[in-house]
Antibody, heavy 117, light 108 residues
Framework: QLQLQESGPGLVKPSETLSLTCTVS??????????WGWIRQPPGKGLEWIGSIYYSGSTYYNPSLKSRVTISVDTSKNQFSLKLSSVTAADTAVYYC?????????WGQGTLVTVSS | AIQLTQSPSSLSASVGDRVTITCRAS??????LAWYQQKPGKAPKLLIY???SLESGVPSRFSGSGSGTDFTLTISSLQPEDFATYYCQQFNSYPLFTFGPGTKVDIK
């Protein structure tokens, strides 16, 4: 059974870079036909797609966040990562990683990242 | 960018009620729509894909319909475990996609 697990700091200072990693187990991140994505959810609010990476390394980002987002993949570790720069309090959210095609079937449990000094 | 709206934003219903949630796209998206259920503290769970296809393991009381710009999620007989927030997601511009703002279903 494929599982995804987010990890990274739970507290980030304003203007710094948020960095998260998603570790995939029970399957290979190099599987063709799947994208690996990041979605976030501010407390009490809705879902926002951040961006996704294909196993080949092609990346796709939400236009509203594109200037601050980098997603990368490390196939040797079966992981993919998110970097979000110049964070503000508005970036406080639960961050989910997920495997997807057109729809998202496999999700991580999510990790809360708070932006505060 | 394609925007999604959902109505209502929240509703109160009783066990056994028939519940209908609407999702409207800002432009036609064919059948490129999915529905998710999210309970507090949990990741969303896929219910419906391609507007009307039931995900494996999802109870048959859930159904989806629509195409183009107007879509509905129907729960034929609301059960206690169905109280949650429901989101639509469009993938017409896949691999880019967007979510609707959500509809919270709570107990009347």
């Amino acid at each position: 059974q494929l599982q995804l697990q987010e990890s990274g700091p739970g507290l980030v200072k304003p203007s710094e870079t948020l960095s998260l990693t998603c570790t995939v187990s029970g399957g290979s991140i190099s599987s063709s036909s799947y994208y690996w994505g990041w979605i976030r959810q501010p407390p009490g609010k809705g879902l926002e797609w951040i961006g996704s990476i294909y196993y080949s390394g092609s990346t796709y980002y939400n236009p509203s966040l594109k200037s601050r987002v980098t997603i990368s993949v490390d196939t040797s570790k079966n992981q993919f990562s998110l970097k979000l720069s110049s964070v503000t309090a508005a970036d406080t959210a639960v961050y989910y990683c997920a495997r997807h095609q057109q729809w998202l079937v496999r999700w991580g449990q999510g990790t809360l990242v708070t932006v505060s000094s | 960018a394609i925007q999604l709206t959902q109505s209502p934003s929240s509703l109160s219903a009783s066990v056994g009620d028939r519940v209908t949630i609407t999702c409207r796209a800002s432009q036609g998206i064919s059948s490129a729509l999915a529905w998710y259920q999210q309970k507090p503290g949990k990741a969303p769970k896929l219910l419906i894909y391609d507007a009307s296809s039931l995900e494996s393991g999802v109870p048959s009381r859930f159904s989806g319909s629509g195409s183009g710009t107007d879509f509905t999620l129907t729960i034929s007989s609301l059960q206690p475990e169905d109280f949650a927030t429901y989101y639509c997601q469009q993938f017409n511009s896949y691999p880019l996609f967007t979510f609707g703002p959500g509809t919270k279903v709570d107990i009347k």
